[in-house]
């Protein structure tokens, strides 16, 4: 494949105008499906089940099912358009989209059309400098999951080179939420930390409302993101690509930033935009062609005809809307203001997406600054390093537990690292790892001085040292006891112990 041409993204920006636009799918952890009584896999319970474990008839697609509506599904629905300042509609109609799903049996999506349950919103979206962005929700509608495919053979376990292909119909008819905001104007150099922080708050509020996992690296939130340029000074909008299923908040601003390099090399260069699905690759922190973009028209929309119209009473609307937690905005103002956050630390934790795991920690019993400095130091590392999500190594439980045996002395910062691998690495909690390890600090003074005398015995002249004054002579007695105790000592205590061994003798 060709390598694209990209114009440098300043001068892309001279010369056209990016317009936005995102789709994003949020999974709702109901415990059943859409349309079927089948357990959902986005629930936590169910989560990781063996394939084809979680069907009924109608995720099949089987002759004869007939579907029935989820009413949980239907009320987080309800609560997820309050939450984006959306109308309820009185009455909402389910269609039928006519498009060819390889892993969906029945050949069609039960999705929303020209009826969806929420219109006509909007969401303010905060930025890291702490301006405000106000972008606008043309619709939020009900619809259920495709199911999975697996690519078997070849070598990058994409249906190109594959030698066949698997199907798991577990996901097929997960209960979905699809989120579409207007055109966004005016975005300009902004675009890709927009994108970014849009993502981000549409988790945050799922998460406040208690409605999904949102874990975007299971595919319980995906992002398709819609780009397109304009010559500076044209009113007629380009022609937009739609790069789907994008996976991560980082993705989604680097995935922004490419196409708008891309296609305005293509522009400038007297070429046209293909309407078309682009596919991200994270190696390579690039889009691929996937297929021309259809339109509705295309998917011959219809009423579904085995199910009724949604029409929700008013009483259970405002029971929703009474319901709702802050908005993101206004909690995060309150938590930086609760914890006592700098501008700086409180930005590196919602930089990382962490806010919602501090938070959790910080509810479990630990000092918001030891919880900022878990999430943000010692767990990003590992995930960095292995290429996975912080909040997806360890429960907020878990790290507040940690930090509660290095505040009760039974752990030193450096022990309680080694602790959070074994946890991590799912030896279990951290005390099981304590005890399983032999990790505890030495907290016998009886047994840390046989320990200082058997340094300064081989060290006579330390003793000396410290007497005439020289204190910092006392760091070769107690580096030698650390390491004696294979580090499982308090090195003040340590300290305290050398030096009165010192005065006495």
Known sequence: ???????????????????????????????????????????????????????APVDMGLPGSLPTVNAEAVRYSISLGLALGCSIAPSSRFARK????????????????????????????????????TVPIERAHMEEDAGKLTHVGGSTGRIQGAEYSLVDYNRAGVPLVE???RPIFGAEHRAPEIAKAYVQTIRDIVLS?????????????????????RPRGQEKLGTRTETKNVNSMRSV???????????????????????????????????????????????????????????????????????????????????????????????????????????ATVAAGAAPAAARKWWTGELTRIANAEGREASDLIAPADVAALQALVDAGTLTDKLARQVLEGVVAGEGTPQQVVDARGL??????GALLA????????????LAKIREGKVQAAGAVIGAVMKAMRGQADAARVRELVLERAAAS
């Open 98 to 133: 006519n498009y060819f799903y390889p892993d969906l049996g029945k050949n069609y999506q039960i999705s929303q059309y020209d009826e969806p349950i929420a219109f006509d919103g909007q969401v303010e979206v905060e930025l890291a400098d702490g301006s405000v962005v």
């Open 440 to 445: 505890a600090v030495v907290s016998d003074d």
């Open 253 to 359: 601003e680097r995935a922004v930033r490419y196409e708008i390099q891309r296609q305005a090399a293509i522009l400038a260069a007297g070429g046209t935009i293909t309407q078309e699905t682009r596919h991200w690759h994270e190696d390579t922190g690039t889009t691929s062609p996937g297929r021309p973009k259809s339109d509705a028209d295309d998917y011959r929309y219809f009423p579904e005809p085995d199910l009724l119209p949604v029409a929700p009473a008013p009483a259970l609307i405002e029971e929703l809307r009474a319901a709702l937690p802050e908005p993101p905005a206004a909690r995060r103002r309150r938590l930086k203001t609760d914890w006592g956050f700098t501008d700086l630390e409180f930005q590196d934790v919602v930089n990382g997406g962490l806010l919602a795991e501090v938070e």
């Open 451 to 462: 320990a200082i005398d058997e340094a300064l015995a081989s060290q006579p002249d330390v």
């Open 179 to 181: 989120i579409v905001t």
């Open 1 to 55: 494949m060709a390598k694209d041409k990209l114009m440098d993204f300043d001068a892309a920006l001279e010369q056209f105008e990016p317009v936005l636009g995102f789709e994003v799918h949020v999974e709702l952890n109901t415990r059943s499906k859409m349309f079927s009584g089948a357990a959902n896999p986005a629930h936590a319970d169910n989560h990781g089940a063996e394939p084809n474990t979680l069907v």
């Open 209 to 229: 409302l208690g409605i999904s996992e949102a874990r975007m690296e299971r595919g319980n939130l995906r992002c398709d993101a819609n780009v397109s340029l």
